[in-house]
């Protein structure tokens, strides 16, 4: 029995904000890149950070400062002054004025609480062995995070009424994906029904700042109130239910599957298979993550995850006093010391085939397939484990299943998990040159995005997506500068060309790219994504020259709106789409039959058939 073929979901769009400035317009790649731009696109992507940062465009170095991994600038704390409680036991009878306001509830029985002139104030009188907690300040032990550019404050571009950072990161990082796909949303809305609008997205870590999570649970430590806004805006998928509510207005499938620093190519997997399967037309799949916060910084820190100031100093020789680079303290496949942690939000919006072609819509590339796997038995939670090895291995060869053995072997490139920790150059390399002898790669190249833009965790192979795009665009894979073109005596790489320069192959000489991830815990993922050329190839043969044609006099009114989105942007006009309370959808507006339901004038056919029919 012939089995109907597979939809191909296509990656329409890409939108969102990092350590390397805007996604749209791939200014975010070029900026790892900029080097050996042509000066019209390196002055563009200059621009934009500009008015991102506020930093005036003549001013390069200071601009090029402001992005990637560097020191902690202060936007969120101050990492040299952070408060914490001592712990301390009184060791005699104390006095002391209190307000009788400030008096706790109810007061100690130890206490002698007497009145005293001043009805406003009591005087207390407590015991030995009275415990207390004082607060003072000390400095972290890591410095270097992957921040936004300095002087972007996304909450202050909406209204945003107290969110949490990764909540405002995506509610610019989804509208910026919005903006540059150059298809009206409205339009699309009136092709698809709503459930064939699919949104995943969220978090691996919750929204952990003062605003979210990280608020809720320092209150009552920190003698303030719980807000009403803390506990329901730190939910992990909140990112996917503010574009819901106030990007799209959308009915569709929604949630976020979390899978710790994998957690993107989960998400990513649901919108492929939904999309695959029909049940999905157009899918916004995408994470944000805000995680450079002190307390976070500490945690992974403790667990001699994070390089260090003390580490990095100890990799470069320098003395006690001298600052470390930290603009390198990512050195993937390097002599290294630890991650470093990032904040990034990233959105891609997918389409099917047939409906991208419909629209004209453009066509960055294509997902063929996303393989997750779990470690089985560990020893540590934290460690690498086997896993990986299947992920990577099926990705592979679905790739060379697709396109051939010769695109796999001399026209792909890999982008590596590459957190710049000692044990992952070690177990990713190995797996990798495993793999690529295997299938016969001489020379396998690898790039490591996480050397320019940290470990934003949740979104980290949405960052290596990003990358993935322009290198297709651009014919240049970004290479891992950081660790100076020397790589660590224990990295497998008979089969591996671990790029310490960026490799400059040409518009239109890889095909194919592996997109790979792994997660405490075991969670492993690795996305099988085609060029955007080899794309094209496909769709000629599943639809034929004339609806190629037919789409390429479509994409000429799509990227003239693309060109005006982006000219906004570049303009300073930046504002994220956020329609609070607005279109509401009442009570009254809904009507239900045995057959379909109807919402606002939206309607959504119910099933007719018995998907279970030969069971009964």
């Known amino acids: 029995m012939s089995r109907h073929p597979l939809r191909l979901p296509l990656i329409v769009a890409q939108g969102g904000i990092g350590p390397a400035g805007r996604t749209s317009g791939f200014h975010a790649y070029r900026r790892m890149v900029i080097e050996i731009l042509e000066s019209g696109e390196a002055m563009a992507t200059l621009n934009s950070l500009s008015r991102l940062t506020g930093i005036a465009v003549e001013d390069r170095a200071a601009l090029l400062n402001a992005t990637l991994i560097r020191k902690l600038d202060g936007t969120l704390f101050d990492a040299d002054a952070v408060t914490r409680h001592k712990a301390m036991t009184t060791k005699g009878r104390s006095e002391m004025l209190l307000s009788r306001k400030q008096l706790p509830t109810p007061v100690p029985t130890s206490w002698q609480v007497t009145a005293t002139e001043d009805k406003a104030l009591v005087k207390v009188v407590i015991p030995e062995g009275q415990p207390l907690l004082v607060p003072e300040s000390f400095s972290l032990p890591v410095h270097a995070a992957g921040q936004l550019p300095t002087g972007l404050h996304p909450e202050k571009l909406y209204a945003s009424r107290n969110h949490p950072r990764g909540l405002a990161m995506t509610i610019y990082g989804a509208s910026d994906a919005l903006s540059s796909m150059g298809v009206d949303w409205n339009v699309l809305d009136k092709l698809v029904s709503p459930e064939q609008v699919s949104v995943y997205a969220g978090s691996s870590m919750s929204q952990l700042d003062q605003n979210g999570n990280g608020g809720l649970m320092q209150a009552r430590l920190k003698g303030k109130r719980v807000t ?113 942690l990032a904040e990034s939000a990233q959105f891609f919006v997918l389409m099917d085939d047939e409906l991208a072609l419909e629209v004209g819509a453009e066509i960055l590339g294509s997902v063929a397939g996303v393989f997750i796997n779990a470690d089985g038995p560990k020893k540590s939670i934290s460690s ?111 089969n591996l060309n671990l790029l310490t320069e960026h490799l400059e192959a040409g518009v239109g000489s890889m095909d194919l790219t592996l997109l790979n991830a792994k997660g405490f815990g075991g969670n492993n993922a690795t996305a099988t994504v085609i060029a955007p050329h080899k794309t094209r190839e496909m769709l000629s043969r599943r639809h034929g020259k004339d609806a190629l044609a037919a789409w390429e006099r479509r994409n000429e009114s799509v990227s003239a709106q693309q060109e005006e989105a982006e000219a906004v942007k570049q303009a300073g006009n930046d504002e994220p789409v956020y329609n609070f309370g607005e279109g509401v959808i009442a009570p009254e507006e809904i009507s239900i039959s045995k057959e379909k339901v109807i919402l606002n004038g939206k309607e959504v056919v119910l099933p007719a058939d018995n998907p279970f029919e030969s069971y009964c």
């Open 228 to 340: 009403s806004k803390q506990l329901p805006l730190g939910f992990a998928e909140m990112p996917a239910d503010f574009i819901n509510a106030y990007v799209l207005g959308s009915l569709g499938t929604t949630g976020t599957s979390m899978g710790a620093c994998a957690t993107f190519l989960y998400n990513l997997r649901h919108a492929v298979e939904d999309i695959q399967s029909g049940r999905t037309r157009v899918a916004l799949v995408g994470n944000s993550e805000a995680p450079i916060t002190s307390e976070v910084i500490e945690g992974y820190a403790t667990m001699g995850a994070l390089a260090s100031d003390k580490a990095l100093r100890a990799l470069e020789g320098l003395a006690d006093s001298q600052e470390p680079d930290y603009r390198r303290a990512c050195r993937p496949f390097g002599e290294n010391c630890g991650f470093t």
């Open 384 to 494: 690498p484990g086997a896993g990986n090895y299947l992920t990577v291995a099926r990705a592979a060869a679905l790739g060379r299943n697709i396109l051939g053995d010769e695109a796999l072997q001399q026209r792909s490139f890999v982008q590596a998990h590459g957190t710049g920790t000692a044990q992952n150059r070690v177990t990713e390399s190995v797996i990798l040159n495993d793999v690529a002898e295997a299938f016969g790669i001489d020379n396998w190249a690898v790039s490591a995005v996480k050397s320019y833009v940290g470990h934003s965790l949740a979104a980290a192979a949405a960052d290596q997506m990003a990358s993935t795009l322009g290198a297709w665009k651009y014919g240049v894979v970004p290479g891992i500068k950081s660790i100076g073109g020397v790589l660590a005596d224990d990295v497998h790489n008979q």
